[in-house]
């Protein structure tokens, strides 16, 4: 295992099973265990103790469902560069961390400190939502992109 000055705890170092398994789960979570070994071309236990042992080093933080957005409430998407003031960070996610349409924050070098995942299901609501995001003591600047269309979207790879 390796440590990042970044994150507290060691690094896990991962096999290229694990790679395999993580981006099977990443494709479905729910498939199953039986299943995923025959195409990991291992055991079925395993695959049970490879998944306990990237959930318990934290590699595998949790579980999630993929929605289609075309298939409910049409979704409004920003992502909103944002610049903070005497770098007052943490004061910032604090406040961000309380808003449901935040979708994700990511921590980016150049002009702007910060890229910000918003989601509405209005343009009202998404104006409120800048403006609240606007309020927050510690945003110096924001400008907002709002997306028109997703071309594609890719799952994350290890």
């Known amino acids: 295992m390796l440590m990042d000055a970044q994150n507290p705890g060691p690094l896990f170092n991962l096999t290229e099973k694990d790679r395999q398994l993580l981006g099977l789960l990443q494709t479905n979570a729910r498939e199953p265990t039986a ?20 959930e318990r080093a934290g590699v595998i933080t949790g579980y999630s469902v993929r929605i289609d957005q075309n298939r409910i409430q049409q979704t409004i998407n920003c992502f ?19 808003m449901d349409a935040v979708q994700a924050v990511y921590a980016v070098s150049g002009e702007s400190d910060f890229i910000i995942h918003l989601a509405t299901p209005t343009l009202s609501e998404l104006n409120a939502e800048l403006t609240r995001i606007n309020m927050i003591k510690g945003v110096a600047h924001t400008a907002s992109h709002i997306v028109m269309e997703t071309k594609f979207s890719r799952k994350l790879t290890v």
């Open 35 to 54: 299943s995923l070994a025959r195409k990991l071309e291992v055991s079925r236990s395993s695959v049970q103790e490879r998944i306990a042992r990237l």
């Open 80 to 98: 909103t560069m944002t610049s903070c003031t005497n770098k007052s960070y943490t004061d910032v996610m604090t406040s961000l961390r309380k």
